[in-house]
């Protein structure tokens, strides 16, 4: 019985990791995006999850809202952190600290 129980929660451990890798992916991927769009260079080609909790999407369903952080640098040089949230596997908001565009000077911007 116990080596069930076990089995288990390897497998429950498993598919929770390939689905954090996943999304983690899509996470990157919207990231490096982003940065093309705003002119700036995503660094690292990486976003670590920085925060994991429990939230509803738009139709009430409980998914997992995840916090990714990375960072870009400026056309000067300057290195920045971005974040981006996924609500299960859609991104949410995706933020630039304190990017300015060229056109209006927009600090902030959504890039979604």
Same mark, same amino acid.
């Given at each position: 019985m116990s080596e069930i129980a076990l089995l #288990? =929660?390897? *497998? +429950?451990? *498993?598919v929770w990791w390939h689905d954090n890798r996943r999304v983690q992916e899509i996470a990157v991927g919207r990231c490096r995006d982003a940065c093309i769009h705003a002119g700036v260079q995503f660094l %690292? %080609? =990486? $976003? /670590? +999850?920085?925060? +994991? !909790? #429990? $939230? !509803?999407d738009a139709n009430g369903v409980l998914r997992l809202r995840r916090v990714f952080t990375f960072e870009y640098s400026t056309p000067r040089g300057e290195r920045r952190s @971005?974040? =981006?949230?996924?609500l @299960? !596997?859609? /991104? +949410? $908001? #995706?933020?630039l600290e304190n990017h300015r565009e060229a056109q209006g000077d927009e600090i902030n911007r959504l890039y979604l």
């Open positions: #288990l =929660i390897f *497998a +429950v451990a *498993a %690292d %080609d =990486i $976003a /670590p +999850v920085w925060r +994991v !909790r #429990l $939230a !509803r @971005g974040s =981006i949230v996924m @299960g !596997r859609v /991104p +949410v $908001a #995706l933020q």
